[in-house]
């Protein structure tokens, strides 16, 4: 039972340049998130998904697409990369009960844009 | 405007004693509160949580405590062991909302 994976776990972009961070999950969840965590500013939403096919942006979106390919797997896509985007990227899910807040989190793709 | 705030951003403790770290948040409409754990290079993982309908929830050497008239709550570990060392989130929900709020984290250190 993996949980939460994640990849890569580390990339260096160059600005203007594009990537996709994958993100799948093995415990059945329905919901999935993106985060970003940077120095002293904590853990903050990127974009969030409730169930298959659905998404909705969280609290610092511009920049990022996602999709969510199936119940399993959630990708995230910087279209141009931007210095501003350095960052660790924690992808996380959750039962998507509303008994249970508990989300899983990934170990982290950790994102350099020079 | 930080909803979940922990204004100490780092605690060291003695091996032994208790470490008490600290979270305030300010919107009323949050209802359930989650500590995490986070040591370096890998994800946050689940401590424990706590309902608003509750004061005080424990789990071993793990207790969270909610002050909701003071919009305030705790975690005290006791005794603190080397293993805690790492950086301590809390974490809100509000109204069956899903979404979580996350504070900025303290760095625990034990001191062995």
């Known amino acids: 039972n993996a949980g939460v994976t994640q990849t890569p776990k580390f990339q260096v972009l160059k600005t203007g340049q594009s990537m996709t961070l994958q993100c799948a999950q093995d415990?059945?969840?329905?919901?999935m998130y993106w985060y970003r965590q940077d120095p002293g500013m904590g853990l903050r939403l990127i974009y969030y998904s409730a169930s298959e096919g659905t998404t909705d942006k969280g609290e610092v979106p511009n920049g990022y697409n996602v999709s969510r390919l199936n119940k399993r797997e959630f990708s995230l896509r910087l279209e141009s990369a931007a210095p501003s985007q350095t960052s660790v990227y924690f992808c996380?899910?959750?039962?998507?009960?509303?008994?249970?807040?508990?989300?899983?989190f990934g170990p982290g793709t950790r994102l350099t844009v020079t | 405007d930080q909803q979940v705030k922990q204004n100490s951003p780092s605690l060291s403790v003695q091996e032994g004693r208790i470490s008490i770290l600290n979270c305030d948040y300010t919107?009323?409409?949050?209802?359930?509160f989650l500590w995490y754990k986070k040591y370096p290079a890998e994800g946050p993982t689940f401590l424990i949580s706590i309902s608003s309908i509750k004061d005080k929830n424990e789990d071993g050497r793990f207790t969270v405590f909610l002050n909701k008239s003071a919009k305030h709550l705790s975690l005290h570990i006791v005794p603190s062991q080397p293993g805690d060392s790492a950086v301590y989130f809390c974490?809100?929900?509000?109204?069956?909302?899903?979404?979580?709020?996350f504070g900025t984290g303290t760095r625990l250190t034990i001191i062995p």
């Open positions: 415990m059945n969840h329905n919901s």
């Open positions: 974490a809100a929900s509000a109204l069956g909302n899903e979404k979580l709020t």
């Open positions: 919107n009323s409409m949050f209802d359930y």
């Open positions: 996380a899910s959750s039962h998507g009960l509303a008994a249970s807040y508990e989300q899983y």
